[in-house]
């Protein structure tokens, strides 16, 4: 078994999906034997400059002319190697073994210099690994059909016991993409019910947008059952999981909603939108058909949320699940059930390990 490199992003450092997916690779593949070197890349990626971009051709060995005996498989970070294509273009002339790890493609509405970055990164790695079928099936979509498919796995967990009322989590961080003002619009519109809600995660990736969902609670009424907790782990998160009766993930865009299948492992439903990677998170625990149908008896389903009227129909799901104590206890039953289909980060690790050595 060749050793591995992981080259991560040194400026994401709030606990995004794409981090936790990497520590808990990590940590996967050294559990199965495999040697492993993480450099976290400093830069503004992916907008470094120039001498952060030539930083990371050092670590590719792009500038090597002759290829060095046992030299490690390089592992990139998407959101580094679409901001660097020179540098993955020299390192294939060079030689070297480097697989670009795709979390989320770069967005349509980029422009065309980020999709052009991308796409000749993409041509000059020697494989691309994505995290999602929807990642991979966008790529495709893109011109780029071999990229292949490593899901993440998900930790066992203890059964959440919940609360009384219900309380509602949102286990993202405060960003626009992740919708957390249509969530406060939809929380408002039956606020006479019981019921109460956190919204965890970082309120320093986009610090205005965390202040407009603050702002936006306040407008509503909302403080006294609303907490914005800040990025939670360990203990405290693991706390927050026990309370909670339900999740959320109503993203515009998901690669995937690991926060969706860490819910099903703690016995708690989780609500997304439709038409995201999220909805492949239930699909992997069996709760929903690739056809948008449910597949376990009362299980949750994707909400197609979008337009004018997306607080209203949200707000209409959350209104029958607060009044209708058949509609929870179907819905937790089937989280229940949905916990015995989840993988866990091993046959991540050994995904990954079958696709390298299947490179070679």
Known sequence: MRPLRLLVPGNIRHSSGGNV????????????????????????????????????????????????????????????????????????????????????PVPEDAGSQALQCEARALRAATGVICTSTSA????????????????PGVDPAPQAPGSTPPHLTVVAALLPNKDQLLTVEALGRVR?????????????????YAQEVQAAVVASGLQDRVRLTGELTG???EAQWARTDLTLLVSQREAFGMAVTESLAHGIPALVRAGTGAVE??????????????????????????????????????????????????????AGEARRNLPGWSSTAQGLLALLAAGD
């Open 21 to 104: 997916y990497n520590a808990r690779l990590v940590a996967g593949l050294k559990a199965l034997g495999a040697e492993v070197e993480v450099i976290a890349v400093e830069g503004s990626w992916p907008h470094a400059g120039a001498r952060d971009r030539r930083r990371l051709g050092d670590f590719l060995g792009a500038w090597d002319l002759e290829a060095v005996p046992g030299q490690p498989v390089t592992i990139v970070d998407g959101l580094v190697a679409v901001g660097a294509p020179d540098e993955l273009e020299f390192a294939a002339k060079a030689g070297r073994q480097t697989w670009v790890l795709v979390h989320m």
């Open 136 to 151: 991979a099936n966008e790529l495709s979509a893109r011109g780029f059909p071999g990229a292949r498919v490593v899901l």
């Open 192 to 208: 006479d019910l019981d019921w109460t809600a956190s919204f965890v995660g970082s309120d320093r990736a986009d610090p205005l």
């Open 235 to 237: 203990e405290p998160l």
């Open 281 to 334: 998170a239930l699909t992997l625990a069996g709760l929903e058909t690739s056809d948008g149908g449910p597949r376990l008896p009362g299980a949750p389903v994707a909400l197609p949320v979008g337009g004018q009227e997306s607080s209203g129909r949200l707000a209409a799901v959350l209104r029958r699940w607060l009044v209708d104590a058949g509609v929870r206890e179907s819905w937790r039953m089937a």
